[in-house]
Structure formats: structure tokens, C-alpha cells
């Protein structure tokens, strides 16, 4: 598990620290202080063993921003800190993008270089095409961005059919206990669930709102086990009433799972329901919080770090966390 963050020169980010991260991490900010570029940097470093994947994570990126169209340089350059070529984004030190201009042809082509236990590799790919086009598929992350109607689909057939699904189950005992099985419609994304001693499956929505929300959540956890599991506007459709559900279901199943969270917001009803959940006894040093904000000093993107017994004492004197 990472344990903490130093982003150099990518996108909205000229040198961010985080010095502590936690195994459940709840990030906050206003609009435009980067809580998703977190997201989508932490994408690309889960893709680090894979050329292929860090490929795909950064078209990934460019493409649901859409950025991916037209010129190809320059959906490239969006990348780095004010569009700078030549100066590396850089992770931990451990992973490098560049954007270089390859002195042989003249044209102008992506290099990662990771570096890990010991060992260097680089990677180097030259633009090609009218516009930038990824296969999902070659994405080794697990990622749930915002607004995605079908995620539940794209998740769920990583699951079905192995043994994973007994553990999707599992998690969503903490909503209903009877459940045993499920099943999604990888058209829509809608899951019907079997109940114990009952003979006819039910619509999971049945059993309240929001949740199909708390679904997507139980297959990333699930998706995710023993790796990191990013998830973009985590309260996304969900009722305040049922908020702490669902960080009930995070801290409970990323501890029995060792799954490491990095979770987005900018809701104070989730904060609330955040910092009620992990300071309970039973999840003590498992939450971390994480706001971002721009410097007074000179406008760049900085993190703010709570300790839960701080965010408690915020939440209750109703001060700006968010």
C-alpha cells in the first residue's frame, strides 16, 4: 500500500505532497483542486508494471476529458503542469512521463520510465492517428469514474462466474444478511438478487435508494482485493440518510479484503458520514482525510491533512472541510 504522495508537474499539480496516506482515504476541494487529477495519476501509477496499461490510463484520461480529439500533441501536452514540454510529471520519484521530441524523426512521442525494485524500464510510444483511441480492457486499475451508467457491468464481468461472486455477496450482507445470490444485466446494469428461502429472484433496488450506488462500490472492493480501488464522486446518487452504509461497507470490507481506498467528494453530508464511521473504535488508524485547496501564497494546489479527531472536532463546530 502506498503510504505517501508527491506529484511533480502533472496537469493542475506543480509539486504536491501528501505526506500520510491511510488504507481509506477521502478526498476533498472545491471545484478545480484536482480531486479527480489525484484520481486519474493514481490510475496511471496502478498501471506501472504494464506499458500497455500506462498507455491506456493516460488515453483513458484524455477521453473522458475530451481531450482526445484533434490534435494529438496537443491533447498530449495537457498532461504536464501549464502544458510545459520536456519537464517529466513525476510519482514518488518512481514514475516519469515525458513528452519529448524524438531528435531521429522530429516527431514527437511519450516516455514513461518506472522504476522499481531495482530495476528501470522504459517506455516509449510515437503518436499515430487522427485521434487518440484506448481499449479499456488493457487497463490494469480499478477505477469507478463518475457518471459511468454501466460501470456495474464492466465490473461485474471481471466477477462472474468465479469465486469472486460469493464475496460480492458477502459484502452486501451488511445490507441485507438473506442475499445469496446475484446477477447483473450487462446491458443496463441492473442486479437481481436471491434471497434465502425465497423462491423468486428480487430487484436489488428494492431494498432502498441508492442502491445500485452501494452495488458499485461492493464489486470495486471486490474487483480490487489485495490492490488499490479509486472511485470518483463515491456518494454519487445516494441519499445523506444512507451515507453511513455506505462507509460502513468501505472500512469494514477494504480491511477484511486489503484493499487500499482513495474515494472523491465535495458533499459535506458524505464528509460527516466519513469521519463518523472512521472514528469508530473498530476502524481506528484505518481513515485518512484529504483536502485540497489552492495556496494563499501563490495559487498552486496544496494538501490539507486532518487527523480523524480533527475532522471530528471540524465536523461538530460546522467548519469549512470540504
Known amino acids: 500500500m502506498l503510504d505517501h504522495i508527491h506529484i511533480e508537474n502533472f496537469r493542475l499539480f506543480k509539486n504536491l505532497d501528501i505526506p500520510k496516506v491511510g488504507q481509506v482515504n477521502l478526498i476533498t476541494g472545491k471545484n478545480n483542486s484536482g480531486k479527480t487529477t489525484l484520481l486519474e495519476m493514481l490510475r496511471i501509477w496502478a498501471n506501472r508494471f504494464s506499458s500497455v496499461g ?3 490510463a493516460i488515453d483513458l484520461m484524455l477521453i473522458n476529458r475530451g481531450e482526445a480529439n484533434g490534435n494529438i500533441e496537443e491533447a498530449y501536452k495537457t498532461i504536464f503542469y501549464r502544458y510545459e514540454e520536456g519537464i ?24 514513461t520510465r518506472v522504476n522499481t525494485q531495482n530495476q528501470t524500464n522504459v517506455h ?47 459484502v452486501l450482507h451488511v445490507i441485507e ?7 447483473i444485466d450487462e446491458s443496463d446494469g441492473s442486479a437481481m438478487v436471491r434471497l434465502k428461502n425465497s423462491p ?37 446518487g445516494l441519499h445523506h440518510s444512507v451515507q453511513r452504509l455506505l462507509w460502513e461497507i468501505v472500512f469494514q470490507k477494504s480491511k477484511d479484503l486489503n484493499v487500499q481506498v482513495f474515494a472523491t467528494t465535495h458533499s459535506s453530508d458524505c464528509v460527516q458520514a466519513f469521519s463518523d464511521v472512521a472514528n469508530k473504535p473498530e476502524y481506528a488508524g484505518l481513515g485518512n482525510y484529504i483536502r485540497l485547496q489552492r495556496s494563499k501564497k501563490d495559487g498552486d494546489i496544496v494538501a490539507v491533512d486532518y487527523e480523524m479527531e480533527e475532522l471530528e472536532s471540524a465536523m461538530d463546530l460546522n467548519l469549512e472541510t470540504r
Open 88 to 111: 517529466p510529471s513525476l510519482f514518488n520519484k518512481e514514475l516519469s512521463i515525458a513528452y519529448l521530441r524524438d531528435p531521429d524523426f522530429g516527431q514527437f512521442l511519450l516516455s
Open 177 to 183: 444478511p438473506g442475499i445469496e445470490r446475484i446477477d
Open 124 to 170: 516509449r510510444r510515437m503518436n499515430s492517428g487522427p485521434k487518440i483511441i484506448a481499449n479499456p480492457s488493457n487497463d490494469n486499475s480499478f477505477y469507478v469514474p463518475a457518471g459511468f451508467e454501466l460501470i456495474n457491468s464492466h465490473l461485474w464481468k471481471k466477477i462472474k462466474l468465479t469465486d469472486k461472486e460469493d464475496k460480492v455477496c458477502e
Open 200 to 236: 423468486k429472484p428480487l430487484p436489488l433496488k428494492n431494498f432502498g435508494e441508492g442502491m445500485n450506488r452501494l452495488l458499485t462500490v461492493a464489486l470495486g472492493l471486490v474487483s480490487a482485493e489485495n490492490d488499490m480501488l479509486l472511485i470518483d464522486e463515491i456518494d454519487l
Open 54 to 56: 500506462i498507455n491506456t
